[in-house]
């Protein structure tokens, strides 16, 4: 395993440490890469959300917020998966595999609903958004948790 300090350039080897300089944490590149896929899921996802919720009707550019969500959601999950050695059937595994699920199904069900150009279920979609975003909270408090205790 290479240690490196963080004004050292970025490998692309999973197994590099960072270590920050003055020795306040380290951190695996993998698990860097994890968290800040998660960030940037949970960013896009509220902005697509809250946005349509705001908004009152489903647009095309909430779509792709959704679907940035989604990418970068599963672009972190892979990530965890492969730090754990797979899936941990556990509350956190299992709301989590129910919730990048839902995540999909929203997504392409939000596709649906503009490719259709179906004006009322444009209107009442953000009811589906608010409950999926709801669920997918559960899983990222509850791996924010497990990360901290």
Do not use: C
Request: proline share 3%; glycine share 8%; aromatic share 14%.
């Amino acid at each position: 395993m290479q240690i490196s300090s963080i004004d050292s350039p970025i490998t692309n080897d999973p197994t590099t440490t960072y270590t920050h300089r003055k020795g306040g944490f380290t951190m695996n590149a993998t698990l860097a890469v994890a968290i800040i896929s998660m960030i940037a899921a949970l960013t896009f996802y509220t902005i697509g959300v809250w946005s349509e919720k705001i908004q009152g009707v489903l647009k095309p550019w909430h779509l792709a917020f959704f679907w940035l969500g989604l990418v970068f959601d599963t672009l972190g999950t892979n990530r965890m998966f492969h730090i754990a050695g797979g899936v941990q059937l556990d509350v956190h595994g299992v709301t989590g595999l129910i919730a990048i699920t839902l995540m999909f199904i929203h997504a392409m069900w939000a596709s649906w609903v503009l490719y259709k150009k179906d004006e009322n279920a444009a209107r009442n979609f953000h009811k589906f958004s608010i409950m999926v975003w709801v669920i997918w909270l559960i899983p990222f408090v509850s791996g924010l948790a497990l990360a901290m205790f």
